[in-house]
C-alpha cells in the first residue's frame, strides 16, 4: 500500500506518507498554519494509534520542509505537546522516530561554518517584526523540542538534508532533491550581505520574504516498489529540475514521469513556469490551498499544467478544497480533454490518494 492522506491544511501544507502491508509505516510532512492541528491533525494522528489506545500514534518521520508558518505551527504544536508530557512525567503521546527539518542557519553553516552565529545577534534584533519574530520562533521552538526530545540530527541522514542526500525507511527510498547548491549560495550571500551591512532591517527584510524560506525547502523524491513521488514544499520549479538534473533523474530525451506530484507554492505562478510541467508529468498533480489568503492555485499554473500533456492522457488533478476560481477554470481546461478532477468534501477530513493503479 501507498497512500498519501491531504488534510485541509488551508492556505498551507499538511499530509501523511503511508506505506507497506503488514506494519503500516508513516511520515508525516509539514503541519499546517495555526488551527490545522487542534482541526484536524491530531485527529488523524490519533487514528494510527492502536485500538484501545495501548499504544501512542508512531511516525518513523516528521518532515518540516522549510520554517514558514502555513508549513510549521502545527509541528509546533505537536512537539510541544510531547514536550509537556516529558516535562509532566506522563507517557508521549506520539511516538517519533526521527525529525527532517533544515534551518535556514543550518544550511548558511553548511557552506560558511560560523556565519550564522555571528549574524544571530542582529536576526534577534530583527525579530520585533511580527512576521519574522515568527518563523524565527517557530523554529527555535522545533530546535530546542528537538534536542529535548532526542530527534536532532536528522537521523539516518546525519546532518542538513540537501540535494544528492539518501536515506532508506523500510521499503521507501527517499532522495533529496533540493535545496541544491545555487540556493545554498543564495542563502549564504544574503546573510553576508548583513553581517557587512550590520543592519537588522537587511535581516527583516530577507527573513520575511517568502524566497528565503523557500530557498531552503526540502524536495523530497519517494520509490516505494515501483511507484514515486515528488514533494516539492515551496521550492522553485528551477530548483527542483536542477536537482533531478544534477541527481541524474532527468535529461533532455524525455520527461520525468512520477505517480504524484505535489504542486509547488500550492499551485503558486510565481514558483514555476510552463516548462516545469513540460519537464515533470504525473498520474495525480495535488494541490494544497483554499484559494483564500492567497490566490492559490494560480489560474495560469493550471493552463501550464493541463497544456504540458496531450488530450487524451489520463490523469487527476487533486484539490484539498473546494476553490471556485480554480474549478472553474479546470471546468474550462477540461473541455475536449481526459483528465478527472477530484475535490475533497468538506465533510472528510483528508483527501486520500492511493497510488496503485494508473488512471
Known amino acids: 500500500m501507498y497512500t498519501f492522506d491531504f488534510l485541509d491544511a488551508k492556505h498551507g501544507d499538511c499530509f501523511l506518507v503511508r506505506w507497506g502491508t503488514s506494519d503500516e509505516r508513516v511520515m508525516l510532512v509539514d503541519g499546517g498554519p495555526g488551527g490545522v492541528y487542534r482541526a484536524s491533525l491530531r485527529g488523524r494522528l490519533q487514528q494510527l494509534g492502536t485500538p484501545g489506545g495501548d ?8 518532515c518540516l520542509s522549510h520554517v514558514d ?15 509537556q508530557a516529558q516535562q509532566d512525567g506522563d507517557a508521549l503521546p506520539y511516538a517519533v522516530d526521527a525529525l527532517w527539518f533544515n534551518s535556514v542557519e ?5 557552506r560558511a561554518p560560523g556565519l550564522s552565529a555571528s549574524v544571530k545577534p542582529l536576526l534577534e534584533r530583527a525579530a520585533t517584526d511580527a512576521a519574522v519574530a515568527a518563523s524565527y520562533q517557530q523554529g527555535r521552538d522545533i530546535r530546542n523540542a528537538a534536542g529535548a526530545l532526542h530527534l536532532d540530527g536528522n537521523a539516518p541522514f546525519g546532518g542538513p538534508l540537501t540535494e544528492g542526500a539518501e536515506a532508506t525507511l523500510g521499503d521507501l527510498d527517499v532522495t ?13 550571500e544574503r546573510w553576508r550581505k548583513a553581517k557587512q551591512r550590520g543592519d537588522p532591517d ?31 514544499g515551496d521550492a522553485r520549479g528551477d530548483h527542483i529540475l536542477t536537482g533531478l538534473r544534477d541527481l541524474g533523474l532527468l535529461d533532455d530525451s524525455e520527461p520525468l514521469h512520477v505517480d504524484l506530484l505535489k504542486l509547488p507554492h500550492h499551485g503558486s505562478d510565481r514558483n ?7 519537464q515533470v508529468r504525473a498520474d495525480h498533480y495535488v494541490v494544497s490551498a483554499d484559494g483564500i489568503r492567497h490566490h492559490h492555485p494560480n489560474e495560469d499554473t493550471l493552463r501550464w499544467l493541463v497544456e504540458s500533456r496531450a ?32 475535490v475533497r468534501e468538506p465533510a472528510e477530513q483528508a483527501l486520500v490518494v492511493t497510488i496503485g493503479d494508473r488512471p
Open 176 to 188: 533529496v532533491v533540493a535545496p541544491d547548491e545555487a540556493a545554498l549560495e543564495e542563502l549564504e
Open 311 to 342: 488530450p487524451d492522457d489520463e490523469y487527476v488533478i487533486h484539490l484539498t478544497n473546494h476553490i471556485p476560481f480554480a474549478e472553474e477554470e479546470l471546468t474550462r481546461l477540461s473541455e475536449g480533454r481526459a483528465f478527472d478532477v477530484d
Open 202 to 232: 537587511v535581516i527583516t527584510a530577507a527573513y520575511s520574504d517568502s524566497s528565503v524560506p523557500n530557498l531552503s525547502s526540502i524536495v523530497l523524491l519517494l520509490r516505494h516498489e515501483d511507484r514515486t513521488a515528488l514533494l516539492t
Open 272 to 278: 514555476v513556469e510552463a516548462g516545469f510541467f513540460e
Open 55 to 62: 499504544a501512542p500514534p508512531h511516525l518513523d518521520v516528521v
Open 69 to 83: 508558518d502555513d508549513h510549521a505551527d502545527g509541528l509546533v504544536r505537536l512537539f510541544r505537546d510531547m514536550r
Open 106 to 110: 543550518e544550511l548558511v553553516d553548511k
